[in-house]
């Protein structure tokens, strides 16, 4: 879990339900894996739900060779969120799932629910500015001397030679 700053939804994902029953111990595996593809771009996944802002929890259904995994999202105070579900049709498509999964569920999380409010005594301070020192761009432009970039022929134009061991027709 990483230590939420002003600004950032902290997140908390729950262990899936998996259906059938868990032989391969998927639970925390789904759970870790869309941890890590959800964090970031303020939003930060915590370690217990009493921390979080928003709750995830999820399901992993398979029926023959296909699967389902569907996500959900409530607030704290229990109202949803986001919703997102994708299928595949094998265990192969499962980690490129979990990746679109998090996409669609992070985007509609940053959409709907606002990051808590700094600190008062965080809002007092004021960052320090740092002056940027750039270069014009004409100052970053190599140009190649103009004898590589034309040559000057005599007489202008294409010329086609014939090549020696090659037959034509």
Do not use: C, H
Not at 43 to 66: F, H, P, Q, R
Not at 134 to 161: C, D, F, H, L, M
């Amino acid at each position: 879990a990483t230590a939420a700053s002003a600004g950032t939804i902290r997140a908390y994902i729950a262990d899936f339900a998996v259906s059938p029953a868990d032989t391969a111990n998927l639970k925390p595996t789904l759970q870790r894996l869309l941890a890590t593809r959800i964090a970031g771009d303020g939003l930060v996944t915590v370690d217990s739900a009493a921390e979080a802002d928003v709750i995830v929890s999820g399901s992993y259904v398979t029926l023959g060779k296909m699967f389902s995994l569907d996500v959900i999202a409530k607030s704290a105070s229990g109202k949803q969120v986001a919703a997102a579900f994708e299928q595949g049709e094998s265990v192969d498509a499962l980690i490129p799932a979990i990746g679109k999964l998090s996409t669609k569920l992070k985007g509609d999380i940053l959409s709907q629910v606002k990051a808590p409010a700094a600190a008062p005594a965080a809002a007092l301070q004021t960052a320090p500015s740092a002056e940027i020192v750039r270069k014009p761009a004409s100052a970053e432009i190599v140009q190649a001397p103009a004898a590589e970039i034309v040559r000057n022929e005599a007489t202008p134009g294409w010329y086609s030679q014939r090549i020696t061991g090659v037959m034509s027709g």
